[in-house]
Structure formats: structure tokens, C-alpha cells
């Protein structure tokens, strides 16, 4: 069955260092989303995109953070200047259609910002 | 508050027992889905209902749906060790999550 697949599974950066984090959606989807859950706080919408742009995105997506879809495959998330706070997990996801169309989840990236 | 509300935050059963928990919403939706996240992992999709449909089964789960109350309501009977995870729903496309019932299946 196909999946969402993300890398690395574990990141761990020094503060005020860019990251990019990556994930492979599922071939056939066209809407991608990343989310952000620190530990023990719940799930958090970052950003929706679509046809290569910004969909939406939430308040915790600033100007530090930047996805891309640099080729037919992969979604990244860049993170610029990363600070302590922005130690979490981060999960990609795709679906095939977009609004309360059923998302798949990777399984994560665990970022530690030190 | 845009996103799903779940309750109780918290729930501890025997395994065999059925759980149930409920989610509140406030805008009108189109489908409601719930997902499951076992710790520290990604969040996998359960189950879809959608707003002229009452109740849906899937194995073990059972979703209803009051659009009335503005409510749905999940059922997992029989439940098991496995089962033991965090539950969440969720009616919008930016899957705006509330903080999920945390449940526990003891053996």
C-alpha cells in the first residue's frame, strides 16, 4: 500500500542553523500539508499547499519557515534559523483532493534544536 | 474555536470493554473524520462520515454523526491493548486538531 514516507526520521541541529526537512507524499495525491506536535502538545496545522503554492497556512508558519516542491516527488519544509522552541516532531501529509479529504500521515521527523 | 473538540481528555477501560468518545464542532461541515496517533507517531486515518450519513462501521468502530448537535460520537467495542492511543477528530481540510481523548486499554 502506498505511504507517505519523511527523512530524516531524527534531526538534531545546533539554534540559528537552517533545516530542511523532507518528505515523499503519496504518487497520485496533489494537496500536501506539514504539521508540527511538541512534545506532549498536541497536533498543530503549520501549512496546506497545492498546485505549487500556499494553499494555507497558520500563524506559526512566519517567515522562518518554507516549503517547496523542488521536483515531481518530493515536499520539503525549510526551516531557517531554527530556535530551541522549534524542537518538535514534524509530520508531512498528502491527499488526493483537497478540503476534509482524507489525509495520510508520514510517519515523522523528530527535530531537536540544541 | 475552528477545530474538533474531543472528550473526555482521558479514558482508561479493561480490555473487552467498549470505548466510547465524543467530538464537538461549531461551523456546518461536509465529513468528519477520526484518527488515531500512538505515541510519537503519525496519525492514522480511521474512518470518514459524512454529513448526510447517521452512523458508519469499520470492524470494531462505530461512528455517529448528530449534524443536529453538532456532535459525533466513536465506539470502539471489544477493545484491546493495541487499541491504546490518542483519538482525535477532525472536519476541516486544514485538519485543525483538538487535543485528542487519550485512551488506555489495560490487559
Known amino acids: 500500500e502506498p505511504e507517505v514516507t519523511q527523512t530524516p526520521s531524527h534531526q538534531v541541529t545546533q539554534m540559528g542553523q537552517e533545516v530542511i526537512l523532507r518528505c515523499v507524499p503519496i504518487?497520485?495525491?496533489?494537496?500536501f500539508y506539514w504539521y508540527r506536535q511538541i512534545l506532549g502538545q498536541k497536533v498543530e496545522f503549520l501549512v496546506s499547499?497545492?498546485?505549487?503554492?500556499?494553499?494555507?497556512k497558520s500563524e506559526i508558519f512566519d517567515d522562518q519557515f518554507s516549503v517547496e516542491r523542488p521536483d515531481g516527488s518530493n515536499f520539503t519544509l525549510k526551516i531557517r534559523s531554527t530556535k530551541l522552541e522549534d524542537s518538535a516532531m514534524y509530520f508531512c501529509?498528502?491527499?488526493?483532493?483537497?478540503?476534509?479529504?482524507?489525509?495520510?500521515f508520514g510517519p515523522g521527523t523528530r527535530l531537536t534544536v540544541l | 474555536s475552528q477545530q474538533g473538540e474531543e472528550d473526555p481528555q482521558a479514558l482508561s477501560i479493561q480490555e473487552g470493554e467498549n470505548a466510547t468518545m465524543n467530538c464537538s464542532y461549531k461551523?456546518?461541515?461536509?465529513?468528519l473524520q477520526w484518527y488515531r496517533q500512538n505515541s510519537g507517531r503519525g496519525l492514522v486515518h480511521l474512518i470518514l462520515?459524512?454529513?448526510?450519513?447517521r452512523e458508519k462501521h469499520s470492524g470494531r468502530l462505530r461512528v455517529t454523526l448528530d449534524t443536529s448537535k453538532k456532535s459525533s460520537s466513536l465506539l470502539i467495542t471489544a477493545s484491546r491493548a493495541a487499541d491504546t492511543a490518542s483519538y482525535f477528530c477532525?472536519?476541516?481540510?486544514?485538519?485543525?486538531f483538538g487535543a485528542g481523548t487519550r485512551l488506555t486499554v489495560k490487559p
Open positions: 477532525s472536519h476541516r481540510g486544514d485538519m485543525r
Open positions: 462520515i459524512r454529513s448526510n450519513e
Open positions: 461551523t456546518s461541515i461536509n465529513n
Open positions: 504518487s497520485n495525491h496533489l494537496y
Open positions: 499547499f497545492y498546485n505549487n503554492e500556499i494553499s494555507e
Open positions: 501529509a498528502s491527499s488526493v483532493t483537497g478540503g476534509a479529504d482524507t489525509q495520510y
